[in-house]
């Protein structure tokens, strides 16, 4: 079941929908790994030739996985998805099935650190040549990205410092090298992604983040080109085991039911966060891309309606200063997760970024004030209160 002129919300309720023969209203959890055939006939011809409605093993495809992997492939503009374990296998899946030893790839410094792991540490192991570069810097796009660079990868808006790419600007240079441009877009949300509309080939999400959206399953996709979804993606995929789990595909295809409502309530909490915390006198920035005190709002206003549901503050002081802010906070919880229902607040320098040696700390901009604020669904008026009230005890 699907429209492609359907809009936003009724593709969520309802794209990639399937019916059993017995008629069910909500979508069905097919948790199974195995098919049986009629005949002996009947199996030797599904392995010549899978039908649309027809499955061999789970770990190549299932029902509910597929009616996921339908709704996911439309609401981010592509032709096909495939949907994976988490986000990390999904970038793990999309790099290690189309690059080979030899080839050059262009990535953002400013990446998600396992993004890095597996470009830095595993790419190069196996002979994969990397040039990192500034992603806001459009001139080091074009002197890194050369005749025989294969792949450019990005996240459209970084994770923890929010720097916003030009991201069209970035794919015109990549495709006229013959360059293929990998966008992972997990800060940006399904619902705001412009990836696709830019020139992505190939578009990454954690749905761990918003499209779960309440902090219970893990999930990725990759979206794309029927073509290469089917093709090297799912040929990389199948063999290597890195399946989103049918359960898991159940339960974000019901949260995808809400996205829209979550999402954009979110992003306008977040906005006036924003906007609350503004010019605050124990802060040295508050960064949210599409808030006007942002350095690149311009230019995320021009490629998007809103940056999704996360905001950075920079809190002066440093780390002792963040620390009592952090305690003293009530309704926000202190967790490395972000796009849950519930508020987040993180200290990238001590956790998710701990790792990365204090030069490239100083590079990306992640400084021992800086705190990533994920807005979640409480009411907003007592979001800002709370973090008023633990920024006097900053
Ligand atoms: C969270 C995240 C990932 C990894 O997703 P998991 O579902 O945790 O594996 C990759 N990229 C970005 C930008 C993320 O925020």
Not at 58 to 76: Q, V, W
Request: with cysteine; hydrophobic share 45%; proline share 2%.
């Amino acid at each position: 079941m699907g429209n492609s002129n359907w809009k936003m919300r009724t593709k969520l309720v309802h794209e990639g929908a399937r019916r059993s023969q017995y008629g069910e209203v909500s979508e069905a959890l097919f948790l199974t790994q195995g098919f049986v055939y009629d005949s002996a006939e009947a199996a030797e011809q599904r392995f010549i030739e899978l039908g649309s409605d027809e499955f061999i093993y789970a770990r190549y495809g299932n029902p509910t996985t597929r009616m996921f992997e339908d709704r996911m492939a439309s609401i981010l503009g592509y032709e096909d998805a495939f949907a994976c374990a988490s986000g990390m296998a999904a970038v793990n899946g999309a790099l290690m099935s189309l690059l080979k030893a030899g080839d050059h790839v262009v990535s953002s410094r400013a990446l998600f650190g396992s993004c890095l792991y597996i470009l830095e540490d595993i790419l190069v192991r196996f002979g994969v040549e990397l040039t990192l570069v500034d992603g806001t810097d459009l001139d080091a796009w074009k002197t890194a990205i050369r005749d025989d660079t294969a792949l450019v990868f990005l996240e459209s808006i970084s994770n923890p410092t929010l720097e916003v790419i030009d991201l069209k600007q970035v794919c015109d240079i990549a495709h006229a090298k013959g360059a293929i441009v990998v966008a992972d877009d997990a800060m940006a949300t399904p619902i705001f992604s412009y990836a696709q509309r830019c020139g992505a080939d190939l578009t990454v999400v954690s749905t761990t983040k918003h499209v779960d959206g309440q902090g219970r399953v893990l999930g990725g996709i990759i979206a794309g080109s029927k073509e290469v979804i089917r093709g090297q993606v799912e040929a990389y995929m199948k063999h290597t085991g890195g399946a989103m789990s049918p359960f898991h595909a159940w339960v974000q295809l019901k949260s995808l039911e809400t996205l829209d409502l979550r999402v954009r309530q979110q992003s306008s909490t977040a906005l006036a966060i924003a906007e609350a915390l503004n010019g605050h006198a124990k802060l040295n920035a508050v960064r949210f891309p599409t808030h006007e005190a942002h350095p690149q709002y311009e230019l995320a206003k021009s490629q998007c309606e809103s940056a999704g549901t996360v905001l950075a503050i920079d809190v002066k002081g440093g780390k002792d200063a963040c620390f009592k802010f952090l305690n003293a906070l009530d309704i926000f919880t202190i967790s490395n997760n972000f796009a849950d229902a519930k508020s987040i607040a993180t200290h990238p320098a001590t956790t998710t970024h701990a790792r990365l040696p204090q030069e490239q700390k100083d590079v990306l901009g992640i400084t021992e004030g800086l705190v990533r604020i994920s807005a979640g669904l409480e009411d907003p008026s007592d979001l800002i209160a709370d973090l008023k009230a633990a920024l006097e005890q900053a």
